[in-house]
């Protein structure tokens, strides 16, 4: 989570820095200034959010972390901030494609993962739950902004218009509500996630609901990971090409059961673009 939280903070000292300097360059244009002004105020806020976070998270015992920020991630979002700064830096920068920018990056994995991080805390620290509504209003702020705009309004209507092509039902099966809330946040978009806590819940979930996919981790209480997949297997024998599990402790006969029943597996902290990959090959099956 250590990881993750750095992160998040390196990417809102960066929004804010581009925003300012937009705004200026931008201030003959009163609307679009006074939005990136507010912007950059919003990624002020949300970088001390993250530095309260870190705080928080440093005195706290964490599970191991599910997911890590790959360089994949990281470089096709810290890179959208980079081409503002180069367009701003040789004069090229337009309306349109700032915008352009402003809506990739802000409607990506970025905000899901700060919004998870976030509303972890929310319920324990009052401070967080003013972070998480800032962070709310600040979304709808850009929506807004968007919808008055012509170039905007465009944007936000191609994002509504692609149909999703994963609508399945997936599961979530781990003991640590904090790691599969996080898996959850970066998989939202590809469909409709439940959560279970151990094998046994997860058991009675898959009795009563289709899931496309299953992603489990292994060690657990009450029921681990390969009980679970082995009683699933037993009731529905096709579930065993939608599993992927996830697991901190790969020993050898773990690995040699994944092995032996073909189960793709990945260890954490398992990095995101790899973890969205192994789900969608799974649910275009």
């Avoid at 000292?13 to 950059?40: G, V």
């Avoid at 967080?128 to 929506?143: G, P, Y």
């Avoid at 990095?271 to 192994?278: S, V």
């Amino acid at each position: 989570m250590e990881q993750i939280i750095h992160w998040l903070m390196k990417i809102e000292h960066i929004a804010n820095d581009i925003y300012a300097r937009a705004s200026d360059y931008f201030r003959d244009n009163e609307d679009l200034k006074e939005f990136l002004d507010h912007s950059a105020d919003d990624e002020a806020a949300h970088y001390h959010a993250m530095g309260s976070a870190a705080e928080h998270y440093r005195s706290r015992s964490l599970p191991a972390p599910s997911i890590e920020v790959d360089n994949e991630t990281r470089n096709r979002i810290e890179g959208i901030f980079t081409q503002i700064s180069k367009q701003l830096d040789d004069r090229s920068l337009s309306e349109e494609t700032i915008l352009t920018h402003i809506v990739n990056a802000e409607f990506s994995e970025w905000n899901d993962i700060f919004l998870y991080a976030i509303s972890y805390l929310k319920e324990e620290v009052s401070e967080f739950r003013l972070s998480a509504k800032k962070m709310q209003n600040h979304l709808r702020h850009v929506e807004m902004f968007m919808e008055k705009s012509p170039f905007g309004r465009a944007l936000l209507q191609k994002l509504t218009e692609i149909p999703p092509v994963w609508q399945d039902d997936i599961l979530i099966v781990d003991d640590e509500i904090m790691v599969s809330e996080l898996i959850k946040a970066v998989l939202h978009r590809d469909g409709h996630i439940d959560i279970a806590e151990n094998g046994e819940e997860a058991l009675r979930k898959i009795e009563e609901k289709y899931y496309k996919l299953v992603i489990s981790d292994v060690d657990m209480p009450v029921m681990d990971g390969l009980t679970f997949y082995r009683r699933a297997v037993e009731l529905f024998p096709t579930i065993k090409n939608r599993f992927i599990f996830i697991t901190g402790n790969p020993s050898a006969d773990k690995v040699n059961f994944f092995k032996t029943n073909g189960l793709a597996f990945l260890e954490k902290p398992a990095p995101i673009n790899i973890l969205r990959e192994e789900a969608r090959k799974r649910l275009m099956l």
